[in-house]
DNA sequence: TGTTAAAATTAGAATGATTCTAATTTTAAC
DNA sequence: GTTAAAATTAGAATCATTCTAATTTTAACA
């Protein structure tokens, strides 16, 4: 692995977020470890392939990069909003009802968010 | 509804299959019901948000849109394949574990289709 | 039936995310 | 130190999707 990779995967691993490939590219500018776009999306395929992290692919956004640590997604239906949520953990009941090996699941609950429920009231009151 | 919407909304209601945009409009284009490919995407995104069809976005490859009826999906980590899948109804389940109103739920389950691990067996041999 | 306004469609340009290519640089082994 | 392999760079290319403006269709009404 090389420090770029194990840089953004360091990123990854210490963000609350779901970044985007170009946000971990201005991340990097920031920080001065800048490097191009396009090794950003190298060093994301690249780790997303050795199972070192998740890709996260949402209706019309560009995709977001997450944590393997366990967990589901709340999205929301308007504005794409995506944001952590634990619920139990369905591999093994999963499991038995397959006949093929699963690698791993990916659960998105779909919602609309406070601050889109609250437009939406807005938009009805005039 | 307009006849082309409600036209591309049996479409995908009759399809076992999983149709891009641009599949639709080839379908359609043999089917001598020509439409240009924007209003295709119009159409889709008409039916989407109302909530008639769903929209399947997989990492790597253009969004596919489905009948609503309620179902699950594989999908293979190595080509993207997608197939249908009918497991335990979550519904219940998931909403009595959020605090809030969900609308729907999309759960993906990771493998490798029989295809890609034929592919990597014979890759082995070599 | 002719008129009109709204909605849908068209054509094609534009955008945005991502991948690809070829040249250059870095790395690490010999 | 030399060399080969791997990584990175720069930027062009591609692909899916959205946008814009012009045109056509639809459907209600005069």
């Known amino acids: 692995m090389t420090k770029n990779a194990s840089y953004i995967l360091e990123m990854i691993n210490n963000s609350h977020s779901h970044l985007t490939a170009e946000q971990i590219y201005l991340q990097l500018k920031e920080k001065n470890q800048a490097v191009v776009l396009s090794t950003v999306y190298n060093n994301l395929s690249y780790l997303y ?3 070192l992290i998740r890709k ?3 209706e019309g956004y560009p995709d977001r990069y997450d944590k393997i640590l366990r967990h589901d997604h709340l999205v929301c239906r308007k504005c ?3 944001s952590d949520i634990l619920l139990e953990d369905l591999t093994e009941k999963l499991q038995n009802q397959l006949g093929i090996s699963m690698l791993s699941y990916d659960l ?3 919602y609309i968010c406070e601050a889109c429920q609250k437009k939406e009231n807005e938009g009805e009151d005039s």
């Open 49 to 51: 392939q050795e199972g």
């Open 56 to 58: 996260i692919p949402v």
């Open 80 to 82: 794409g909003q995506l």
């Open 108 to 110: 998105k609950i779909h």
